[in-house]
């Protein structure tokens, strides 16, 4: 909930900053982006403030526009050069600002200036001249003060920096509302007369009293309107709300249920269904259930279970018995029916047809009612199953030479000979009617029976049985018998073939083996044994090697030395490179023990440092801290003042002590003769400057004992 109130009120804050009207439809996106894009908290707010920022710092219109136009319809004026209007080449200046009880016609214009184009002073000339028309962005506030300034136009440009040049001034403060109508004014001076008009009207898009009130027409995402005469929105068809962007949905559409993107759409929620959103959803496989709110499944009467599928009255709801039968409820979901006469069936949905048991007699046709039947008798008989005959054996009513016999209780019976049959021995008797003859035969009537002729292969008093063609045994040399249809097949051993397996056949005459190879009789099939250098199922592989063309070796395999010609050429490249990589690191380090020991060597020493150099006594060397500071470039100068200096400075002996400590600082031990010092100094810094040719310093620090000789050792 906070999140949701910090939301709304930075996008009521963009809409404060904003200050335009159609902006404000920003709400309205803040609270659509809220409620339907599931973003995290954060995002959310980050992007409206970046939105607010992009309003506020972006071009834009302000709240309110309008035009203030001025129209000059005649200038008259008898000071300097006017005083012939047809020689005289004026512009005007207009200068709009806010209403002032002592007018200063002294810049700021704040409600804005404008100047017209140069012109003849003629009343003809200046009456053509285009209106000054001046823009505001604020709303109008019906006072203001105007300055008309009428000058002299000394060149083509209009300047208005010379005041020698300026005509007319007029300052007056006036009332003015907006409308089209134009307010005609006339001002006299001492030496001028002007002319004038003026009304204020408002820019397109906006409407009012004071220009202030914003509306433009649109169709779009952001609204759906148009404006009337007073700047009011007025929704198009199909859409309402203050700014026409909710749509009206189709008439009846729930409002709580439904809702629509366009007008005249009723789109259900989830739960909810039907043209108009007011039917809810049962719950999934509901069948005899109703509900009042989504996902409910309220059994109806008579019904009962999760799913409202268990009839509780199964022949009340279900009513499965027909034809009036009575239904019983036996149990749950179970039931019985009491058929009514004439119907039969679990739900007495069949008919009993009364004529299936043949009840007419003597030729009589039976007609099947609903519970009953009748019969239509043939001439001379009649009852209800045409059995009474109305006919004698004196009217000859027995046919194919049956015999009448007359009944004692009236009527007569004949007796049918062989073959025929009936009450009147009407019907012949035909025995092969049914095929009773099986598996082709044919059927023969002989009158009193029949007789079935047989096809080959077959046998019995119906035919129906297949004669063992393989009883006989007629396959030899232990072949296999296969019955068939007055027919027989026989499967042969290895080694014999024909009909029935008496021909002894070469098996190896059929698959001969190819390449000298033997061929032997194994009960599988023909065996091949195979020479030297063959193999296959009949020697028909042949295993020596194919020989080449004399001349013609093996091609050099090219790729191989290239592959081993590049290898070589990367192992030496990486030998070079790991060569430079040591040389280097030995060199860096030896660079970085030097600096190191001359900085500690300058650091340590106790004497103090004046701008004189430090002097051993008795020595003819001289150190100082000073010196061993200098740069790179200067060690060969350093060194050579040295040499100097001691040579100036000291005897023969001296110098020739220096050219062995120069030839000493070659070895690996160095020995300087260093002249006895005192006892207070118990360290004096020593430098040795070595003749190779690379300018390197080494120094050290020489302990000077009171026991030690003239020749003190340095490692």
């Known amino acids: 909930m906070t999140l949701y109130v910090l939301t ?18 920003l709400i ?37 526009s309008g035009i203030f136009e001025l129209k000059v319809h005649s200038f008259t004026s008898s000071r300097g050069a006017c005083s012939n209007p047809r020689e005289c080449q004026i512009f005007f200046r207009v200068c709009l600002k806010h209403a002032q009880a002592v007018i200063s016609p002294e810049p700021p214009c704040t409600y804005g200036t404008a100047l017209t184009e140069i012109t003849s002073a003629d009343h003809s000339s200046i009456s053509r001249t285009a209106s000054i028309r001046i823009p505001f962005h604020f709303k109008w506030p019906g006072t203001f003060s105007l300055i008309i300034e009428a000058w002299n136009a000394e060149s083509a440009e209009q300047s208005t920096e010379n005041p020698s040049n300026l005509i007319s001034r007029l300052a007056t403060r006036r009332r003015l509302a907006v409308g089209e109508d134009w307010s005609q004014d006339v001002h006299f001076g001492e030496q001028s007369e002007l002319r004038y008009s003026y009304h204020v009207v408002c820019d397109d898009y906006y409407y009012g009293d004071s220009c202030s009130d914003y509306c433009r027409p649109r169709d779009d995402t952001f609204g759906h309107y148009t404006c009337d005469e007073a700047g009011n929105r007025a929704c198009l068809v199909g859409w309402r709300g203050e700014y026409c962007s909710e749509p009206i949905c189709v008439s009846g559409c729930s409002d709580n249920h439904g809702f629509c993107e366009r007008p005249g759409e009723c789109k259900c929620r989830i739960g909810w269904q039907g043209r108009l959103c007011d039917e809810c959803v049962r719950y999934p496989g509901c069948l005899h259930g109703t509900c009042n709110q989504p996902w409910q499944c309220n059994c109806q009467e008579g019904w009962g279970g999760l799913f409202c599928n268990q009839g509780l009255n199964y022949c009340t709801n279900h009513r499965p018995c027909h034809n009036g039968a009575t239904c019983s409820n036996t149990g749950q979901g179970s039931y019985t029916c009491t058929c009514s006469p004439g119907f039969s069936g679990t739900n007495c949905e069949m008919e009993t ?21 009748t019969c239509t008798c043939p001439q001379g008989f009649y009852g209800k199953n045409c059995e009474i005959s109305a006919m004698t054996c004196a009217d000859g009513p027995c046919f194919n030479g049956g015999t009448c016999v007359e009944k004692p209780a009236g009527g007569y019976s004949c007796r049918c000979p062989v073959g025929y049959m009936g009450s009147n021995c009407e019907k012949k008797i035909d025995r092969c009617t049914n095929t009773p003859c099986a598996n082709g035969g044919q059927c023969l009537d002989l009158g009193r029976s029949m007789l079935c002729r047989c096809r080959p292969g077959f046998t019995g008093p ?7 063609d393989c009883a006989r045994n007629p396959c030899r040399n232990g072949g296999t018998c296969m019955d068939g249809i007055n027919d027989y097949t026989c499967s042969c051993t290895l080694g014999y073939s024909g009909r029935d397996c008496s021909q002894r056949s070469d098996v190896c005459g059929t698959v001969p083996c190819q390449n000298g190879g033997t061929c032997y009789t194994h009960f599988s099939g023909p065996v091949c044994q195979c020479p030297s250098g ?40 990486v030998v070079c490179a790991a060569a430079a990589v040591l040389r280097q690191m030995k060199k860096s380090q030896l660079g970085k023990s030097v600096h190191s020991g001359l900085e500690t060597i300058n650091n340590l020493s106790q004497f103090p440092r004046d701008k004189g150099a430090l002097a051993i006594p008795g020595s003819p060397f001289k150190v100082t801290n000073k010196d061993a500071e200098l740069s790179a470039d200067d060690k060969a100068g350093y060194k050579q003042k040295l040499v100097d200096c001691n040579l100036t400075e ?54 000077i004992s009171p026991f030690i000789g003239n020749k003190t050792q340095i490692a």
Do not use: W
Request: charged residues 15%; proline residues 7%; contains cysteine.
């Open 28 to 64: 309205v996106y803040c609270f659509i982006f809220l409620r339907t894009v599931r973003l995290p908290c954060i995002i959310i707010i980050i992007i409206i403030i970046i939105i607010i920022i992009i309003i506020i710092f972006s071009p834009q219109q302000v709240s309110s």
């Open 534 to 573: 063959f193999m296959g199922p009949s020697c028909e592989y042949s295993l020596q090697p194919s020989v080449s063309p004399e001349g013609s070796g093996d091609p050099f395999p090219v790729a191989l030395a290239v592959s081993f010609c590049l290898g070589l050429v990367t192992l030496l490249l």
């Open 8 to 25: 709304c009120f930075l996008c009521l804050l963009s809409t404060h900053l904003v200050s335009i009207t159609e902006n404000r439809c």
């Open 353 to 373: 047809n009364e004529c299936d048991s043949n009840p007419c007699k003597n030729g009589g046709s039976c007609n099947d009612l609903e519970n009953d039947y």
């Open 462 to 468: 119906r035919c129906e049985i297949n004669i063992d």
């Open 650 to 703: 000291s005897s023969k002996q001296q110098h020739q002590q220096g050219q062995t400590l120069k030839q000493g600082s070659k070895k690996s031990d160095l020995f300087i003769s260093v002249p006895p010092f005192t006892k207070e100094l118990a360290y004096h810094p020593v430098y040795i400057i070595p003749e190779h040719t690379e300018q390197c310093v080494f120094a050290t620090e020489v302990g």
